[in-house]
């Protein structure tokens, strides 16, 4: 089984930066590929940022030239960088491992 533990989110002013983490532990598969997803009130789940296994990003419209996703293998930590922060990125952040494995969710909040 594997463990997904999100950090790091908050209320942030428009504009601002925020930074989240997700640290992985249990039974981790040596590569894997890792994601970001948001849920915002009343909105279906949607893809922030991916990072395969080889470390190659992709992004959602939305947020692309905006935020950063990376990881440290060595400590199994995801981040996403947030910057040029909108309230419309307000929602609930997941982490995913490898399309299977969900972390609990963390709330964003982007106020005007």
């Known amino acids: 089984q594997v463990q997904l533990a999100e950090s790091g989110g908050g209320l942030v002013q428009s504009g601002g930066s925020l930074g989240l983490s997700c640290v992985a532990s249990?039974?981790?598969?040596?590569?894997?590929?890792m994601a970001w997803y948001r849920q915002g009130a009343g909105k279906e789940r949607e893809l922030v940022a991916h990072l395969t296994s080889g470390d190659l990003p992709t992004y959602g419209d939305s947020v692309k030239g905006r935020f950063r996703i990376s990881r440290d293998y060595l400590t199994h930590t995801l981040y996403l960088q947030m910057n040029s922060l909108k309230p419309e990125d307000t929602a609930v952040y997941y982490c995913?491992?490898?399309?299977?494995?969900w972390g609990q969710g963390i709330q964003v909040t982007v106020a005007e």
């Open positions: 995913n491992l490898g399309k299977i494995f």
């Open positions: 249990g039974n981790l598969p040596t590569f894997y590929g």
